[in-house]
């Protein structure tokens, strides 16, 4: 699509996560104006929010201000604002507060949010985990938990405030119990007077068979050994069916229904795509999925708009690799990073009046901890797949992390609070700013789509 | 005063300031019970409070949870609980939503909250600094205004983001200011594409004839000089008699009244006694001064009431050295940390049945920072005076600072994140959670005494 008078295309992302950012570098040496907007002000390397939400790294060390990642990168303008909708006629997106802004290539990469099919007032007693106000939320739940079983002395009340519940046995939620079970015997015994904190209960709920299923099953297997050895419940095709100030209604696949007293529940089940995928869709006559992300052509792009692209968790991808049958992308960090770069240079293509490419995904493994010491590792070598898991596994993963902080000049701090962190079981961001608004029965927290 | 009933003595300390936690850690080899309790679950290194406010380091790195710091002193149950009222007859302290707490011995050390000499509805527009919920408050502000700027097209508009207003020349307003000038000029340029930030405005000021007006005269100067040199336009005998949403009012000793056009105000100007203050003068007839601070003997306990000591910047306390006259004790944290030793070491003295000895305040000097290399400092040595100011007074501030990180682990990180601010001039903080709120006309934040 050429240029409007005389001017350098002009290319909206919208989104700064993974993709968003991905995209906006595979730009940096294009003739292009690039915008990038965001209702943050910061990337956030969300693997690692599990750890600001459990007390183990403080929000600066996964956080990096946007505007600083591209202050050498001229073309890039970077503008704080929340997107409210997509005008594909005008080619203009609209900003909450602001004027439109034109485009000649759009990318949008909103990325997704919790979804509690359908139960938005369990939000309040269930916190997700997305952005940095939803990891401080968690964050203090669970240490307001504690200081309250302290403080009661109702046996059975005192009970419910150590009842400790992640919904969802996913990446996030595995990660979340594991750290859990580790705060509870590792961290915070020694600390009270009138309760042991190495007696709470940490539950894991999945509604599926088994945990990381997208993983082999294998690893799904030796993971949720390891959370057991942790000293976690590990509850396989358990679903929920209420969620309260007080607990939470379960219903397994075999057996009775009960209910499950706690007072920290946390919620790592569902996701769906930003709101605006839905407008998206409905101005461009895109499909959208059960999930609420855009069905998109084999090159990122939309259905007679080729001037649109989407990627990451908004867009319902699949990769074509030759001589194979198109396949699904997963949502994971790596599939949105490659999603960005392709939809660059889709972008570049275009300017240069070539065909576009389909997108390819490189799937390089998975992985996923599961504490100190514990983690599953499934990689995807030419030579074949190679699995490991425990000890090995943990410092593979670490290693890897580490690496992917990139653009944060917090390497080294992260590294320094990890080892501390190790060697001491302490954790170092065990801090409430507010103690207020702790309980069950708050508003829910707002969304955020970027 | 003896021990009830077979048990041990019970030593309630209320607030875990500097004066607080002295005093808990004083006592711990002594055989008495200690209850600590705080409305927050850490103790919070104030003095770099302002760095937090300013994007340079993470609230962790100052903030130690009280459990952790007291886990080992058996001695000490801490508790996480606002404390409403002391009932000197009943000798209880009552805690909201909990038990009464009785005490055989009370120290108060509930420190103080932002005084707006009666006009609280400048709370909104001008937040102070003295919680973490303080200081991130002013970082969103700081940060988005930037942001607004850069998405303002109205030049009038556009100058009042860009103008940023310090309102008082303590320590901390000197610090801000000469914070904000370097986030200016030296951490955001390059990062914007319609403003330059080093074009922003940084204004101080102060109602009284001089910056730091706890430091001699020299100092004072030179501190002014200093912030001059980094672009700050410091206002002497400036008072403030209005603020609202857009900009504050100004008279100065001589000349006319004048407006300012702002849209980031911080206030760090007067400061009050904590509310708990007025109840317990009124509960127990001691007296109190114009800010609310309780006038206490030379024991540092309250007159007819020998088992309540009020310490730290509740009390008004004065300094008794042999052969000299009383002197009134500044209300910085070396004072608080001395009235808690010897609030403590009175409390073991009357345990032994001693007389209680009078608080004597040893003054080690005074010390400001204004900037990168910038800083004065006024030491108090048995020789005499030594002043001096500059990049040798700023490495003098640096690693007094970080050796009273005591009890913080952080101290390697805060090192970490200094130096390599110092080297890049960049800072590490930069993390907006929550944009909303963002704007004046806020609820002003709840304001915490302990």
Redo the contacts between chains.
Sequence with gaps: MPANNNERPRVVIVGCGFGGLEAARALRKADVDITLVD????HLFQPLLYQVAT?GL????I?A?V??L???QANV?????EVTAIDPVQRGVLVKD?AALPYDHLIVAAGATHSYFGRDDWAAYAPGLK???DA?EVRRRI??AF?EA??EVDPAKRAAWLTFVVIGGGPTGVEMAGTLAEIACET?P?????IDPSGAKILLLEGGPRVLQAMPESLSESAKKQLEALGVDVRLAARVTAIDAGGLQVEPAAGEPYRIDSKCIVWAAGVAASPLGKQLAEATGAQSDRAGRIVVEPDLSLPGHPEISVIGDLASAKSYAPGKEPRPVPGVSPGAKQMGRTAAANILRRLRGEATRPFRYRDYGNLATIGRNSAVVDLTLPAGNLRFSGLFAWLFWLFAHIYFLIGF??R??VL??WA?AYW?S?R?????????HRNAGVAPQ?TREA
Tied chains: 1, 2.
């Design positions: 209702r943050t002000n910061h007390a403080s929000a600066p060390a956080a201000p505007r600083f591209f202050r050498k303008t970077t503008l704080l604002g602001g952005t940095l106000d401080f240490l307001l200081e302290e403080k915070l020694g600390e009270f007077r009138h000049r917090n080294i701090v320094i609070d501390s001491s302490q170092y961001a065990r801090v409430v700013s507010n103690i207020e707002p």
